[in-house]
């Protein structure tokens, strides 16, 4: 099973890029980051349509897609490792996490995912909730594994 991470905008050498590498290069399952952005100079509706439009672009046949929205459900890491698991274990090829730019996901984004992930009910920064999201894979293939690193 590969994951996929497709994002709105171009991280830069900073501290937020520095905790994403620091844990991707931890996750074993074959991993990566697709960076997207509107080069256009758009704004309001029709910039959130046409991230949404880039972000589906990169997104394989049948893959699992995760959309992360702060109004999404809130899952505990447990909770999301069952999910990786139940994904992995009925042979989904691609997984997919989305990330929206600062203004958020277009709304209809929803009607292509099969889940809607919310990190917490505070707004992080786009380019951080890369690096969480990396974290919590991790940790989701820690406690698949039963390493340490995650204890209940």
């Not at 050498?13 to 620091?22: D, S, V």
């Not at 046409?50 to 972000?55: A, V």
Request: proline content about 3%; overall charge positive.
């Amino acid at each position: 099973m590969k994951i996929t991470i497709v994002a709105i905008g171009r991280g830069k050498a900073n501290h937020e890029q520095a905790l994403f590498r620091y844990y991707s290069e931890k996750i074993l399952f074959p991993f990566q980051l697709i960076e997207v952005e509107e080069k256009r100079s758009l704004k309001g509706l029709k910039l959130k349509s046409s991230e949404c439009d880039l972000l589906l672009e990169k997104v394989p046949k049948r893959a699992v897609v995760i959309a992360l929205d702060e109004r999404g459900e809130q899952k505990s890491s447990q909770e999301l490792a069952i999910n990786i698991r139940k994904w992995r274990d009925n042979a989904s090829h691609n997984v997919v996490f989305l990330i929206g730019g600062a203004s958020g996901l277009d709304k209809k984004i929803f009607t292509n995912v099969e889940m809607v992930l919310s990190l917490g009910k505070v707004t992080w920064p786009h380019m951080l909730v890369r690096g969480l999201l990396a974290e919590q894979i991790f940790r989701s293939q820690c406690i698949l594994s039963g390493h340490p690193y995650h204890r209940d």
